[in-house]
């Protein structure tokens, strides 16, 4: 390469302005729509072992964990920490749509295109709403952002025989590996990631110095992030642990996530019903756009074929396991192959620039690259009220009352017998705020871990000694326990039952 053309690259300063602006919009695109604190369920354990360098639910999350406990000591000027975990979020999605911006400029040498699928990625349905409140989702999709702009990187510095290609695939396994423990999706993008590197490098095969390199720095990235599990759960004990990844089978229990080993249901079965299901997402977040994506996946068959194949089979792999996952909000799942899919409408926008660049040059070729990008986003832009309002979360106090009600109604000294999506905004409160030290938190996951027995035997072994409340997720599960015992519903009206446990009824 003519090193001039190597020094302007360098020294360009457009790239990185336009990187930057992208992901300042969407971090505040974040910062519009956050949750103002604490919410339910998962959100809560996240807000909850951020600042507290826990250990979080299966995988462990142990990168997010470790990110979220310096997000929690950095931003502290900025909030409580349960903001402060749901502002890691924004955060992550600006990282997500800078990266973007500028693994879009790599592949199509186009400022303007990067510029919209950056924007575009930012403010589609599903990212949106993962900026605004604590999740891991959020940072899977900036490191897999960071992952293909390295690969792209490397693969055009392996073009140009530049010598610091090897870098940048060592940099690739570091994200990879940070990846990993942060988000077990990252697992699906293992063989597409490798047969690209093979294709990219055949010869990389004799070359075992640079593959060692490669795997050492993978591994040992995976290592180090995971040993905060058996170290926050042994000798630096953290006040929140799941489960117990001290030991070598509690590691492999959440590491491995064998909790959730029957969500993948009948991968083979109901294709059709499946691929109609992502079309409708598809659509739902593109809108008008969504017939062109495969088209952008031809255009990048035949402008990166590389590429296409890297982030082809990666889209497909990871829809078609989402597809079959049934547990919680799977459609967080699908936010690398939308940013995939991005990038695939902005290489079909340069593939129709360089059409007419064949024929025609000058001023109006420039302008058209301008308003392919402006085509890009406008079906994004035209639907922005009705995105914000669905990711809007910054009226969201709901979980908040909730608490400060339940915190001043349960007495001193109480048991609380609890389920998960409860359990987690009170854990917060007490180990984080430092609210209610007195009372006993015992969730379904510390009954099994503490060998405590079922509901009924906590129950029984604190009725008569302490205050005993409990909260279960159904009302069959409710009218189950008043079968047995006398309950008083103690919450105000309107909101989500916290019995009292009065006594054992009396036998017929």
């Not at 072992?49 to 997010?64: D, I, M, N, R, S």
């Not at 308003?371 to 709901?398: C, N, V, Y």
Request: glycine share 8%.
């Amino acid at each position: 390469m003519d090193r001039s053309v190597a020094q302007g690259r360098r020294t360009d300063p457009w790239p990185l302005v336009a990187a930057t602006g992208v992901g300042l919009l969407a971090f505040l695109a974040g910062w519009r729509a956050l949750l103002p604190g604490v919410a339910y369920w998962d959100t809560a354990e996240f807000q909850t072992v951020g600042p507290l360098l826990g250990t979080a639910h299966p995988t462990g999350f142990p990168t997010y964990v470790l990110l979220g406990w310096l997000a929690s000591v950095v931003l502290q000027p900025l909030g409580d920490p349960a903001f402060r975990m749901n502002l890691l979020s924004a955060i992550c999605v600006g990282v997500a749509a800078a990266v973007t911006t500028d693994l879009v400029r790599a592949l199509t040498r186009s400022i303007v295109l990067g510029v919209a699928a950056g924007i575009g990625l930012a403010l589609t349905p599903i990212a949106w709403s993962i900026a605004t409140h604590a999740d891991p989702h959020a940072l899977h999709l900036a490191l897999v952002a960071v992952i293909l702009r390295l690969l792209v990187g490397w693969e055009d510095r392996v073009r140009d025989d530049r010598p610091d290609a090897d870098r940048w695939l060592v940099a690739a396994a570091i994200a990879f590996g940070l990846s990993m423990g942060n988000h077990s999706l990252t697992l699906l993008l293992a063989i597409p990631v490798g047969l690209y590197v093979l294709i990219v490098l055949p010869s990389i095969l004799r070359r075992p110095r640079l593959m060692v390199l490669c795997v050492g720095a993978l591994a040992v990235t995976v290592a180090l992030v995971y040993l905060e599990l058996p170290l926050r759960a042994g000798p630096f004990r953290a006040p929140l642990v799941y489960g117990r990844p001290d030991t070598l089978d509690g590691f492999r229990y959440v590491v491995l996530a064998e909790q959730f080993r029957g969500s993948l249901q009948d991968p083979f079965g109901n294709l059709a019903g499946k691929f109609h299901d992502l079309v409708d997402l598809t659509v739902a977040q593109f809108g008008i756009l969504a017939p062109l994506i495969p088209v952008g996946f031809i255009a990048t068959v035949l402008r990166r074929p590389a590429y296409a194949f890297l982030t082809g089979t990666a889209l497909v792999i990871t829809c078609f396991f989402s597809a079959s996952y049934v547990n919680a909000d799977i459609t967080r799942y699908y936010l690398g192959p939308i940013l995939i899919a991005w990038t695939w409408l902005a290489i079909l926008a340069a593939a129709v620039v360089g059409w007419v660049a064949e024929r025609r040059s000058g001023r109006g070729v420039a302008a058209l690259s301008g308003i392919l990008a402006l085509m890009l986003i406008a079906p994004t832009l035209s639907s922005l009220g009705p995105t914000f309002q669905g990711a809007d979360r910054s009226r969201d106090r709901d979980a908040a009352e909730w608490l400060s009600d339940a915190l001043r109604l349960i007495e001193p000294d109480a048991v609380v017998v609890s389920w998960w999506s409860y359990s987690t905004p009170l854990w917060y409160a007490q180990l984080v705020d430092g609210q209610r030290p007195d009372i006993v938190i015992v969730d379904d996951r510390t009954r099994l871990d503490q060998d405590l027995g079922s509901v009924e035997d906590v129950i029984d072994a604190n009725l008569g000694h302490r205050p005993v409340y409990v909260l279960r997720e159904t009302d069959a599960q409710t009218q189950a326990l008043a079968a047995e015992y006398e309950i008083e519903d103690v919450m105000p009206a309107g909101q989500s039952s916290l019995i009292r446990i009065l006594g054992r009824k009396a036998a017929a």
